[in-house]
């Protein structure tokens, strides 16, 4: 006799079988109910339970309370005919011999309203609300959906980052004409976007002197978090020495609103991408701090949207968190037939693989930092405690790593065996 573990929309059948080959081979109804049987059933309390039995069925596995009914139904040692083949582990565990038979199901599906006595049209009713139910529960599988914010965060930043590369081309032209050595002065974009805004204009810096406009850029560096690469006290002593013999054309009153409306502009556009990346790092902090900790908030989010969602990244191996990013080039090295693979995608950003001096170490670099996000991504998932022990584990031992192929470490190097099993301990 054989078993056979049949689910619908509304409840799970055991049915029981003395002639597989018989069932197989029948073409009408009555041979058919005559080499099959109910034996037990299951039904679901509510379309929200069938909806999340059918979640846990997209991985293959069965709920405890459907385990403790099979264990109650089937005697231990029976054959048992399931639909997924993926199922089997589960069933050995439970002492049945699983064996997967298309033929069976085709049967019960093709005969499902003389086997079950139910009408097509209650079936189909209760497998439109399960779709439903499901859909539902797919869309909001995180109940705050705040990995989709954190995609949505960092796709609004990259839109702003061409806006303000686009806006700032046309200022420095414009500040150019007026004031020829402010861009030779200042190297980095966001600071010059800040200094022009406050600054404002030639006429505007003489008229107030240097002691009384430096508490205010201060003040608003700090607030913004804009990071300069110099002393900001020392650029606005050479910007006002320069100011007093630039080379630059004098400008009349039109030109001087065009300038500041363009410099308010992008000043905004700034203060915007500023609280865009504050927003990421609250949100990553709590969607996936230990990711967080070991590549920082922009490449945490990069990969997240990358990957689609969390639970993506989480399940995803380590040779694909390496090359997200580098898909272009992995197919046309596959199409090319070529053996010079590409060693990095969104992580050639992160400051680990920066930071190492030796270009042909890069690849080792990414590998090791692909497996440690890796397992971050998955405590991060999976675990229901947050913080952020783990990431800084990995992050120093990442340190080390960069250390050692630079010829800088101190020491002996930790090994990611060790940490794992610190923290499995």
């Known amino acids: 006799m054989s078993f056979i573990i049949f689910e619908t929309a509304q409840k799970i059948y055991i ?135 954190v995609i949505q965060g960092i796709g609004y930043y990259e839109t702003l980052l061409k806006d303000i590369n686009s806006q700032a081309m046309r200022l420095i032209e414009c500040v150019g004409f007026h004031f020829p050595e402010f861009k030779r002065l200042v190297v980095d974009l966001d600071v010059y976007i800040m200094l022009t805004y406050l600054l404002k204009n030639r006429v505007y810096m003489k008229e107030h002197p240097l002691e009384e406009l430096l508490p205010k850029v201060l003040e608003v560096q700090k607030e913004q978090d804009i990071e300069c690469s110099t002393n900001i006290k020392q650029l606005l002593i050479q910007l006002y020495k320069a100011a007093l013999i630039s080379t630059g054309c004098e400008f009349q009153e039109p030109e001087y609103l065009q300038l500041q409306l363009l410099e308010t502009k992008c000043y905004n556009l700034l203060i915007e991408k500023q609280q865009t ?23 945490t989010a990069r990969l997240i949207a990358k990957a689609g969602t969390l639970s993506k990244l989480a399940k995803a191996p380590a040779s694909t968190v390496q090359l997200y990013g580098a898909e272009k080039a992995l197919f046309r090295v596959l199409k090319r037939k070529s053996n010079r693979t590409p060693k990095y995608g969104l992580l050639f950003r992160s400051n680990h693989v920066q930071a190492c001096k030796h270009v042909k170490a890069r690849g080792r670099v990414a590998r090791a930092l692909a497996c440690c996000v890796a397992r971050c991504a998955r405590v991060d998932f999976y675990s229901e405690a947050q913080n952020t022990e783990y990431g800084k584990a990995m992050k120093q031992l990442m340190d080390q790593r960069v250390a050692f192929y630079d010829g800088t470490l101190k020491g002996e190097m930790v090994r990611m065996a060790d940490v794992v099993k610190q923290f499995e301990e």
Do not use: W
Request: charged share 25%; aromatic share 8%.
């Open 15 to 149: 049915l029981k079988s003395t002639d597989i080959d018989a069932l197989t081979r029948a073409i009408e109804a009555a041979a058919v109910c005559r080499n099959i049987s109910i034996h037990a059933e299951m039904p679901f309390a509510s379309t929200d339970e069938a909806a999340m039995f059918s979640q846990l069925m997209f991985e293959a596995q069965y709920t405890e309370e459907v385990v403790a009914f099979l264990k109650q139904q089937i005697p231990a040692g029976s054959t048992v005919i399931v639909q997924d083949a993926r199922l089997q582990k589960q069933m050995d565990e439970l002492k049945y011999k699983t064996e997967q038979n298309i033929a069976v199901f085709r049967q019960i599906r093709h005969f499902f309203e003389t086997l079950f006595k139910q009408k097509p049209e209650d079936a189909y009713q209760a497998s439109r609300a399960l779709s439903h139910a499901t859909s539902r529960l797919i869309c909001q599988f995180d109940k705050n959906k705040s990995d989709q914010q």
């Open 277 to 299: 990346i504050k927003f990421l790092e609250r949100k990553l902090q709590i969607v996936a701090p230990n990711v967080l900790t070991v590549l920082g908030t922009l490449n």
